[in-house]
Each structure stands twice: as structure tokens, then as C-alpha cells.
């Protein structure tokens, strides 16, 4: 059975009577904002830790930031795992035909010549995303 993290927090949303949709569409701006009040104070909680530790902290928070993410995209009817996989494709394309990857002096991957920027919007539609929000 997948544990992918889509699947756990469907279950919590499930458990817990929470929001879920399963086509993108812009939420109540009380439950947006709520959202992104959970989304920051867990992105607070891996700054807290992020240096000094300890590592377990610092695991325990990354997942609850994924989760809540998750959470989050769920309550939107976002179906995240494949936004992902679509900014994935775009990092990859960083990378040359030749392989060569392009850097600067700091050592931060650039965008090379065969970079494709990710279309989340294009994926959001396929999705059912009506954008201008048609309910
Ligand atoms: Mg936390």
C-alpha cells in the first residue's frame, strides 16, 4: 500500500471531517488564509531547528511542513504530486543534452539554454482548474 503523503493526509482530512476536493478551485479567503497561517508556523518551525537541531526536530518538522503542504493543496483540490513531478521536469531540463550543467560562481545550478519553465497553470487545467474561477 503507498504511503505517499497525498494518501496519508486524504486520510487524516477524511478522519477529521477537514476540507477536501478533488478538482482545483479557489476556497472561502477565511480558510485560505488559515492555510497559510498552518503553512507558515510549521515553515517557522523548520527555521527554528534548521541549523542548531536536533535532527530529529528537524525531520519531525520538514514532514509536518510537507504534510501540511499537502494539506493544503488537498483543502484546494490540488492534486500536488503531480505539480511536483512537473517542477521536476523543469529542474531537469537544467540539465544540457550532454549532460553539462551550468553553474554560477556559487556554486547555484543555472537555467541552461534547453530550460523549460514548469507550466503549473497548464497542469491545473488538465486537472479541472477553470482559472478566473467559474464555481
Ligand atoms: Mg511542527
Known sequence: MSSSPARLVREFHRAFGLDARTTPTEVDPRLAAHRGELLAEEAAEVAEVAVEGPLDRLAHELADVVYVAYGTALVHGIDLDEVIA???????????????????????VLKGEHYRAPDVSAVLRRQGWIPGGAA
Open 86 to 108: 512537473e517542477i521536476h521536469r523543469a529542474n531537469m531540463s537544467k540539465l544540457g543534452p550532454d549532460g553539462t550543467v551550468a553553474r554560477r560562481a556559487d556554486g547555484k
